[in-house]
């Protein structure tokens, strides 16, 4: 049973900084897909970043690739979302994902298991 659990959402105020974790376990595969994603309340869930555990590629959606980097940490199976200069709009409930391989689009179709979030709010 694949679980992953994210930690490190809060409440920062615009131009402030966080980094949330996600550790993973239970997974079969020596490598796979990583991913983190978010929702904002009335929207849909939307692709952040991506990370190949294997390798280590990566990928950004374009609102935020200038400010946030996706790494890991393979000893521990934990991913990480380093999120600099956060705006108001990024105030959202914020996934960590698990899929078996990476696709070049980071869509949340493409992922099998899912945390419980971890909620970031920016204020102005």
């Known amino acids: 049973q694949v679980q992953l659990v994210e930690s490190g959402g809060g409440s920062v105020q615009a131009g402030g900084s966080l980094r949330l974790s996600c550790a993973a376990s239970?997974?079969?595969?020596?490598?796979?897909?990583m991913g983190w994603f978010r929702q904002a309340p009335g929207k849909e869930r939307e692709g952040v970043a991506r990370i190949y555990t294997g390798g280590g590629s990566t990928a950004y959606a374009d609102s935020v690739k200038d400010r946030v980097t996706i790494s890991q940490d393979n000893a521990k199976n934990t991913i990480f979302l380093q999120m600099n200069n956060l705006k108001p709009e990024d105030t959202a409930m914020y996934y960590c994902a698990a899929a078996a391989i990476c696709y070049t689009t980071i869509d949340p179709k493409w992922f099998n298991y899912w945390g419980q979030g971890t909620r970031v709010t920016v204020s102005s």
């Open positions: 239970g997974y079969t595969y020596s490598s796979y897909c």
